[in-house]
């Protein structure tokens, strides 16, 4: 658990502070998204976790331990750190970037070649081919695949990530996204997210905390801060598609209805699709419903424009 107690940060030579009277609890295991607009203290609070900012006031705590109380190495020891533009060592390898940390954690030798083969894997990276090549030698999906690996290197529990995927083209920041997902539900790490884009936090966050002027405007979950904004900032923030938004993070099993409303086998989406998914194919293929079917192919139920609408018109608890 992270927690920060009333933690305030003003730069100097500012008219007002980067982050005022700030408490937040991040839960363990989750991914809690930071997202606002620039200058909002979003990577200020990010910082001050793992002490690369210090507050003026207020503490933050680590599983309990205040973090001033903790050397500032040994701390980030524990706590992955990846950022935008990645920061990789331009004259190391991949495998000497990654083994960073371990190295100076005293590993030994075997052991960081392991740990750096099983995370080229868990990245989809290939190690032979690429535990020796150098970061120039790297796409920029490539590396900020490298560099959030780096961070995982000694296995810390918690992964603070500072807009990771910004410097990238929007197809490859889509398959890092979807890469991510897939890391995090193998390993469940505690996640600090960084962000400015209100749809990469909805896809992959567990806690959206949507912040303004150094403060904390709303947190909650990503289906709740699209369905029911604090105010016109976060509404405006969210954007005027957020009911689309919601329909990605709803699984069109909780829209089920009958088996019967659908027609023709081939119209089906598995149970695992998001209504959104579901809607999509309703509209091109021009039918009142579509079946959805299990891992081996049953139909359990079916799903249309009415059982969609139906799903939204109930309040969330």
């Known amino acids: 658990m992270i927690t920060l107690d009333r933690v305030s940060k003003r730069y100097p030579g500012t008219a007002r502070a980067a982050v005022s009277e700030l408490s937040l609890e991040m839960p363990d295991g989750v991914v809690t998204a930071l997202i606002g607009p620039s200058g909002c203290g979003k990577s200020t609070t990010l910082r001050m976790v793992n002490r690369l900012v210090e507050p003026d006031s207020g503490a933050v705590f680590l599983d309990g331990t205040n973090v001033a109380d903790m050397r500032p190495e040994e701390l980030r020891r524990q706590l992955g750190y990846a950022i935008q533009g990645v920061g990789l060592f331009p004259h190391w390898t991949v495998e000497q970037n990654i083994g960073t940390v371990p190295g100076l954690l005293g590993w030994e030798r075997a052991r960081i070649s392991g740990r750096v083969r099983e995370l080229l894997e868990l990245m989809g990276l290939d190690p032979s081919a690429y535990g020796c090549k150098y970061p120039a030698e790297l796409s920029g999906g490539e590396a900020q695949r490298v560099g959030v690996a780096r961070a995982l290197a000694a296995d810390p529990p918690v992964l603070l990530m500072d807009e990771p995927f910004g410097a990238v083209d929007p197809l490859t920041r889509e398959r890092l996204q ?3 997902l897939r890391i995090q539900r193998t390993l ?5 997210f960084v ?8 896809r992959l966050a567990d806690w959206i905390v ?4 150094g403060q904390i405007v709303q947190r909650d979950t990503p289906e709740r801060v699209l369905a029911y904004p604090a105010d016109e900032f976060v509404g405006g923030f969210v954007g005027a598609e957020r009911a689309l938004k919601r329909l990605s993070l709803a699984p069109v099993t909780e829209a089920l209805g009958p088996t019967g409303l659908a027609s023709g086998s081939d119209l089906a989406v598995s149970a695992g699709a998001s209504m959104r998914e579901a809607l999509a194919k309703i509209l ?4 009142p419903a579509i079946a959805v079917v299990d891992d081996a192919g049953r139909a359990i139920g079916s799903v249309s424009l009415e059982t969609i609408v139906e799903r939204f ?3 969330l608890s």
């Open 284 to 287: 091109e293929q021009g039918v």
């Open 188 to 192: 469940r790490k505690t996640v600090v």
């Open 178 to 180: 979807v890469e991510f």
């Open 210 to 213: 949507v912040m303004r002027d």
């Open 195 to 202: 962000t400015h884009d209100m749809d990469e936090a909805v």
């Open 313 to 315: 018109q109930r309040p």
